[in-house]
């Protein structure tokens, strides 16, 4: 053993570092020291003698010494001597006999204890267990090492979810396969050498220690938990055992870990019948014992542990019976179903239970017990009962309670919105067993609720309107047809409807029931088809001080676009009320002045759905064109008006905080009259509805913004959005405007600015074709320019932002120009200087060789097979047949010859695709003269064979394209080898 003595090695100026209030340059000390140790062959031996010694009784010290430790067993087990390995051993062995530990030392030496046992346990230390019990014997400071050992093995041997660190998931996993050979003979080995003794072990722990050292029990119970999944079940579950754990069940400390292990014990797999026997005779002890007499005052932390046990034995209990059912069983599956059943009154006071962990506990156990009852052929008497009783249970648990809060929610609240939502997929499952059933309970509660809702409690009216709501999907209909077909559910929905629109419950005074009231008058809104005399009194709802001007911001927000869904549901219902509702929403539709102090009653957002519904009720009102123009007009000129004034201010404006301000209420509202637009339809376009107007004159106040030389941003993004808009909606009237928005568009920009306008301008070729032919003529260059220069400035080399945005750019680039070429304009590019030709001619050819991005190389290959079609022909553009022989022809074969070429990849597959549809096209348009210029020259030239050669040409002048395509990706396949 090459040990020195420990004052003469260790670095005591480093383990000074170790302290967490040292100071920066000793912890650093310390970590140099960490590493040196790490990776010297032998200097970790002192960390060994330290502990096995105690020589420290500094913590942080013996935690460095071990952690050094783990490192040499984890990393360089196999490269230390035998000496050395025995030297570990000894040293842990030692160590074990000192005096207690502080907690995360002993899990930290469990740890190393659990890695040296699984390098070792199957060559070198066999007796591992033997000798740590012998130790270790009924030692309390032992039997803790001893546990927190064995779990940690659990962790490394048998727990899949353990989250390693990176280093040692590359180390432990990254032969999968030789793991888990690994860790099943360390299973089956133990399964034979020692597992009845360590079971043993932990028999004597639970007994001996469950009244001096309850921490102790606890912790072996939580290992015959994680152990019993995977060894002999007939080792824990018999009389001796579960009576013990039982017992145990009575005892406070105990008891929460007790329930646990059982879980664990239940949840094992095996023989259907044998485990309905297990769970049958578990449940009786539990039963004699009391434990099913639910008592509300109960410790809720340890009836949230039982209400999960019950869960467990409940759904091993619907397991069995599924398996014997399937199988045929009809004698054991009966008993197995006689057995669920008794659990269910159990399981009803779980679930009814005021705390909502042990209720939630329960849900999985309920949901599984009705998918049983829905497969049965009829039910009994008492299983009908059963389904009324879950399902007033899920109804009360349905209710908020009054320590909820709405206007702060936090944790809490987010566990009972998630909670809800269990209960709602009880609720769809209980409407699949017993639709006339549920539909009949909810209607009695909401009908009971609604005659009294003014001295009704909130957390009432909102669960009776909830369930009406819940209703919509537990009971679905084709396309919310829930008002037709089926009668009974028909009638009955729309009796509860008509009740909720004309009672007055929208008038309650709480946040909670106002959303469920307008979030169910649109889940419903085909009833208003039915009956739509009601409309009138849920429009007032909407727009007064129960709906867009509710005291809640919460409340306006969401009605906001509850009201724009309603509206563009039953407009055709609503043309008595439009100047009405249009007058009412007027202050509701004002640009918000950011100086004025008060905060509006709307967020822009909220504002977005105001000016959509306003749209549509414009747009689709029985009125004649010219009323429509009148009414478009008084809801957007107040809006071009403030823009102008605002445009003016921003101008001026020198602080930067406030341009930010301005700038983004401008965006606003541009924003919103875009939004406008979205009611026009093809029946009701912007010029049948005389608004073509209207919306000219907001292109002539938005367009000035373009040239506003501060917030050019968020500005020329929005009235870009506003241009996309308006090609769809003004058509060729939009024309007059383009030319002087992209001059603006294309100064000083940057490279999200192009490509973000490149879209639109592509938008234009694509839509206008010829009649914007000379326009694009005019902006080609400029715009082909502006790109060269965005893309060749320099960026640092690990910008990976900056890298990312030049790609797309590129990407958007090679788009527009494949958009041109292929709208029937090649004269765009035809009638350019034959430099600049030349020069967006090798910007392809770079694109589609150089650029490692087999997106855009796909791109160039359709634009260069697209240009071959138009120009590669007798009467093609001067000089261009001496580009395809020089420039695209090589481009088809070293493209694909990249190393960066990956034949594996998708993408790349389909960038091969097109390089073989260009090669198609030069030999649709060159016939013999290209197979001659390959076979005599090109291919030579690679230095391919006369055979392969001879082949290829042979297979490319063969009509079939798809074996074309298959043959060049072998081509490249075997030139790559």
Same mark, same amino acid.
């Given at each position: =053993?090459a040990c020195?003595?420990?004052?003469a090695v260790?670095?005591?100026q480093a383990l000074?570092?170790l302290?967490?209030n040292?100071?920066a340059?000793?912890?650093?000390r310390?970590?140099?020291?960490f590493?040196q140790l790490?990776?010297s062959?032998d200097?970790?031996e002192?960390?060994a003698?330290?502990?096995?010694k105690g020589?420290?009784n500094?913590?942080h010290?013996?935690?460095?010494?071990f952690?050094?430790?783990?490192?040499?067993?984890k990393?360089?087990?196999?490269?230390?001597?035998?000496s050395?390995?025995q030297?570990i051993?000894?040293?842990l062995? #030692?160590w074990?006999?000192?005096q207690?530990?502080?907690p995360?030392?002993r899990?930290?030496?469990?740890?190393?204890?659990a890695l /040296?046992?699984?390098m070792e346990?199957?060559t070198? %230390?066999?007796?591992f267990?033997?000798?740590v019990?012998?130790l270790?014997?009924l030692n309390?400071?032992?039997?803790?090492?001893?546990l927190?050992t064995?779990?940690a093995i659990?962790?490394?041997?048998?727990d899949?979810?353990?989250m390693h660190?990176?280093?040692a998931?590359?180390?432990?996993?990254?032969?999968?396969?030789q793991?888990t050979?690994r860790?099943?003979?360390?299973?089956?080995t133990?399964?034979?050498q020692?597992i009845?003794?360590?079971?043993?072990? %932990?028999?004597?722990i639970l007994?001996?220690?469950q009244q001096s050292?309850?921490?102790?029990?606890?912790?072996?119970?939580?290992?015959v938990g994680?152990?019993?999944?995977w060894i002999d079940?007939?080792?824990?579950?018999?009389?001796?055992?579960?009576?013990l754990?039982l017992?145990q069940?009575?005892? @406070?400390e105990l008891r929460?870990?007790?329930c646990d292990?059982?879980f664990e014990?239940v949840?094992k797999?095996m023989d259907?019948?044998d485990?309905t026997k297990?769970?049958?005779?578990?449940?009786?002890v539990l039963?004699?014992?009391?434990?099913?007499?639910? *008592?509300?005052?109960e410790?809720v932390d340890?009836?949230? #542990?039982f209400s999960?046990l019950?869960?467990g034995?409940?759904q091993?209990?619907?397991?069995s019976w599924? &398996?014997?059912?399937?199988?045929?069983?009809?004698?054991?599956?009966?008993d197995?179903l006689?057995?669920v059943?008794s659990?269910v009154?159990?399981?009803?006071q779980?679930?009814?239970h005021?705390d909502d !962990?042990?209720?939630?506990?329960?849900?999985?156990f309920?949901?599984?017990y009705l998918h049983v009852?829905?497969q049965l052929?009829?039910?009994?008497?008492?299983?009908k009962?059963?389904?009324?009783?879950?399902m007033?249970a899920?109804m009360?648990?349905l $209710?908020y309670d009054d @320590?909820?809060n709405f206007?702060?929610?936090?944790?809490?609240e987010a566990?009972?919105?998630?909670y809800?939502k269990?209960?709602?997929?009880?609720?769809d499952?209980?409407?699949?067993?017993?639709?006339d059933?549920?539909?009949e309970a909810?209607r009695r509660?909401?009908?009971n609720?609604?005659?009294s %809702?003014?001295?009704?409690?909130f957390?009432e009216v909102?669960v009776a309107i909830r369930?009406v709501?819940?209703?919509?999907e537990a009971?679905?209909a084709s396309?919310g047809?829930?008002?037709?077909?089926e $009668?009974t559910?028909?009638?009955?929905?729309?009796?509860?409807m008509r009740?909720?629109v004309?009672?007055?419950?929208?008038?309650y005074q709480?946040?909670?029931v106002?959303?469920?009231f307008?979030?169910t008058?649109?889940r419903?809104?085909?009833f208003?088809l039915?009956?739509p005399h009601?409309i009138?009194?849920v429009?007032?709802?909407?727009?007064d001080?129960r709906g867009?001007r509710?005291s809640?911001? +919460?409340v306006?927000?969401?009605?906001?676009?509850l009201?724009s869904?309603?509206?563009?549901?039953?407009?055709?219902?609503?043309n008595?009320f439009i100047? !009405?509702?249009l007058r009412?929403?007027?202050?509701l539709?004002?640009l918000?002045?950011?100086?004025?102090g008060?905060p509006?009653?709307?967020?822009?957002d909220?504002q977005?759905? =105001?000016?959509?519904t306003a749209g549509?009720l414009i747009?689709?009102?029985d009125g004649?064109?010219e009323?429509k123009?009148g009414?478009?007009?008084?809801?957007?000129?107040?809006?071009?008006e403030?823009f102008?004034?605002l445009?003016d &201010?921003?101008s001026?404006?020198?602080?930067?905080e406030r341009q930010?301000?301005?700038g983004d209420?401008l965006s606003?509202?541009v924003?919103?009259?875009?939004?406008?637009? +979205?009611a026009?339809?093809n029946?009701q376009?912007v010029?049948?509805?005389g608004?073509s107007e209207?919306?000219?004159d907001?292109?002539?106040?938005?367009?000035p913004?373009?040239?506003c030389?501060v917030q050019?941003g968020?500005?020329?993004?929005?009235?870009?959005?506003?241009?996309?808009?308006m090609?769809?909606c003004? @058509?060729?009237?939009?024309?007059?405007f383009?030319?002087?928005?992209?001059?603006?568009?294309l100064?000083d920009?940057?490279?999200k600015?192009l490509?973000?306008?490149?879209p639109l301008?592509?938008?234009?070729?694509? +839509?206008?074709?010829a009649?914007?032919s000379p326009?694009?003529?005019q902006?080609?260059?400029?715009?082909?320019v502006a790109?060269f220069?965005?893309?060749a400035r320099?960026?640092?080399? *690990?910008?990976q /932002?900056?890298a990312?945005?030049?790609q =797309?750019?590129?990407?958007?680039?090679f788009?527009?120009?494949q958009?041109?070429?292929?709208?029937?304009m090649?004269?765009?590019?035809?009638?350019?200087d034959a430099? *600049?030709i030349?020069r967006?001619?090798?910007?392809?050819i770079q694109?589609?060789?150089?650029f490692?991005?087999?997106i855009?190389q #796909?791109t160039?290959?359709?634009?260069?097979s697209?240009?071959v079609?138009l120009?590669?022909?007798?009467?093609?553009?001067v000089g261009?047949?001496?580009?395809v022989?020089?420039?695209?022809?090589?481009a088809?074969?070293?493209?694909?010859?990249k190393p960066?070429f990956?034949?594996?990849?998708?993408?790349?597959?389909?960038?091969l695709?097109e390089?073989?549809?260009?090669l &198609?096209?030069?030999h649709?348009k060159?016939?013999? @003269?290209?197979?001659?210029?390959l076979?005599?020259?090109y291919?030579?030239?690679?230095q391919?064979?006369?055979?392969?050669?001879q082949e290829l040409?042979?297979?490319?002048e063969?009509?079939d394209?798809?074996v074309?395509?298959s043959y060049m990706?072998?081509?490249?396949?075997?030139a790559?080898l």
């Amino acid at each position: =053993m090459a040990c020195q003595s420990v004052a003469a090695v260790m670095d005591e100026q480093a383990l000074l570092g170790l302290n967490p209030n040292a100071d920066a340059r000793y912890r650093q000390r310390a970590m140099a020291y960490f590493e040196q140790l790490k990776e010297s062959q032998d200097a970790w031996e002192v960390c060994a003698e330290a502990l096995a010694k105690g020589i420290y009784n500094d913590d942080h010290v013996k935690f460095f010494c071990f952690q050094v430790l783990e490192h040499q067993i984890k990393y360089r087990h196999a490269g230390l001597s035998g000496s050395q390995q025995q030297l570990i051993r000894e040293t842990l062995m #030692k160590w074990l006999q000192c005096q207690p530990e502080k907690p995360f030392i002993r899990n930290k030496a469990a740890q190393v204890f659990a890695l /040296t046992f699984v390098m070792e346990y199957l060559t070198l %230390w066999p007796k591992f267990f033997f000798d740590v019990l012998s130790l270790v014997g009924l030692n309390p400071h032992g039997v803790d090492v001893y546990l927190r050992t064995l779990m940690a093995i659990d962790a490394e041997v048998v727990d899949r979810d353990t989250m390693h660190s990176p280093e040692a998931r590359i180390l432990i996993y990254n032969s999968t396969f030789q793991d888990t050979r690994r860790n099943t003979m360390i299973k089956d080995t133990m399964r034979e050498q020692c597992i009845p003794s360590l079971v043993e072990s %932990w028999f004597q722990i639970l007994q001996a220690y469950q009244q001096s050292h309850p921490e102790l029990t606890c912790q072996c119970l939580e290992v015959v938990g994680a152990y019993v999944s995977w060894i002999d079940l007939n080792l824990i579950a018999n009389d001796r055992f579960v009576n013990l754990l039982l017992s145990q069940m009575s005892v @406070e400390e105990l008891r929460e870990e007790a329930c646990d292990c059982l879980f664990e014990i239940v949840n094992k797999g095996m023989d259907p019948v044998d485990k309905t026997k297990l769970v049958e005779s578990l449940c009786q002890v539990l039963q004699s014992a009391g434990f099913f007499n639910v *008592n509300q005052e109960e410790d809720v932390d340890f009836l949230a #542990k039982f209400s999960r046990l019950v869960n467990g034995m409940g759904q091993s209990l619907v397991l069995s019976w599924t &398996k014997l059912a399937k199988a045929g069983n009809v004698k054991a599956a009966s008993d197995t179903l006689q057995a669920v059943e008794s659990k269910v009154p159990l399981l009803l006071q779980l679930l009814v239970h005021a705390d909502d !962990d042990i209720s939630a506990n329960i849900v999985a156990f309920c949901y599984d017990y009705l998918h049983v009852l829905k497969q049965l052929p009829q039910l009994t008497d008492q299983q009908k009962a059963n389904i009324e009783a879950i399902m007033l249970a899920v109804m009360k648990k349905l $209710t908020y309670d009054d @320590e909820y809060n709405f206007d702060n929610e936090g944790e809490d609240e987010a566990m009972f919105v998630e909670y809800r939502k269990q209960l709602k997929m009880l609720l769809d499952r209980l409407a699949q067993v017993s639709p006339d059933l549920l539909l009949e309970a909810v209607r009695r509660i909401f009908n009971n609720t609604m005659q009294s %809702w003014q001295t009704a409690t909130f957390m009432e009216v909102e669960v009776a309107i909830r369930l009406v709501y819940m209703l919509g999907e537990a009971l679905p209909a084709s396309h919310g047809a829930h008002f037709t077909g089926e $009668t009974t559910k028909a009638s009955v929905l729309q009796e509860m409807m008509r009740t909720l629109v004309s009672c007055g419950v929208s008038g309650y005074q709480h946040t909670s029931v106002s959303l469920e009231f307008f979030e169910t008058v649109l889940r419903y809104e085909k009833f208003f088809l039915v009956e739509p005399h009601h409309i009138p009194i849920v429009l007032v709802a909407f727009l007064d001080q129960r709906g867009l001007r509710h005291s809640s911001p +919460k409340v306006r927000s969401r009605v906001a676009y509850l009201f724009s869904r309603f509206v563009k549901t039953l407009h055709k219902h609503m043309n008595a009320f439009i100047e !009405d509702i249009l007058r009412q929403i007027q202050d509701l539709l004002e640009l918000a002045p950011p100086e004025n102090g008060f905060p509006a009653l709307l967020t822009s957002d909220d504002q977005l759905f =105001m000016f959509e519904t306003a749209g549509i009720l414009i747009v689709h009102g029985d009125g004649p064109a010219e009323r429509k123009q009148g009414l478009m007009r008084s809801l957007l000129g107040p809006l071009m008006e403030a823009f102008r004034l605002l445009l003016d &201010k921003l101008s001026r404006e020198t602080e930067e905080e406030r341009q930010a301000v301005l700038g983004d209420c401008l965006s606003h509202a541009v924003g919103f009259a875009s939004r406008t637009s +979205k009611a026009f339809s093809n029946k009701q376009t912007v010029k049948q509805c005389g608004c073509s107007e209207v919306y000219r004159d907001c292109l002539q106040t938005f367009l000035p913004a373009l040239g506003c030389p501060v917030q050019r941003g968020p500005l020329r993004s929005s009235v870009r959005s506003f241009l996309h808009r308006m090609i769809i909606c003004l @058509e060729e009237e939009v024309l007059p405007f383009v030319p002087a928005a992209s001059e603006h568009m294309l100064k000083d920009c940057e490279a999200k600015d192009l490509q973000e306008f490149i879209p639109l301008i592509s938008q234009i070729a694509a +839509k206008f074709k010829a009649q914007v032919s000379p326009f694009l003529q005019q902006v080609f260059m400029p715009l082909v320019v502006a790109i060269f220069e965005n893309l060749a400035r320099p960026a640092e080399e *690990n910008d990976q /932002t900056a890298a990312l945005e030049k790609q =797309m750019l590129r990407r958007s680039y090679f788009t527009f120009i494949q958009t041109v070429v292929s709208s029937g304009m090649n004269e765009v590019m035809a009638n350019q200087d034959a430099e *600049n030709i030349e020069r967006v001619l090798f910007t392809i050819i770079q694109g589609a060789v150089d650029f490692p991005d087999p997106i855009a190389q #796909k791109t160039c290959f359709i634009i260069l097979s697209k240009l071959v079609e138009l120009w590669g022909g007798k009467d093609g553009m001067v000089g261009f047949l001496d580009f395809v022989y020089k420039h695209i022809v090589p481009a088809c074969f070293l493209a694909p010859l990249k190393p960066t070429f990956d034949l594996s990849d998708a993408q790349t597959v389909l960038t091969l695709s097109e390089c073989a549809l260009t090669l &198609k096209m030069i030999h649709l348009k060159r016939g013999p @003269e290209f197979i001659q210029f390959l076979q005599q020259d090109y291919l030579p030239s690679l230095q391919v064979t006369p055979e392969i050669t001879q082949e290829l040409c042979q297979i490319l002048e063969q009509p079939d394209v798809k074996v074309f395509k298959s043959y060049m990706k072998a081509f490249f396949q075997r030139a790559k080898l």
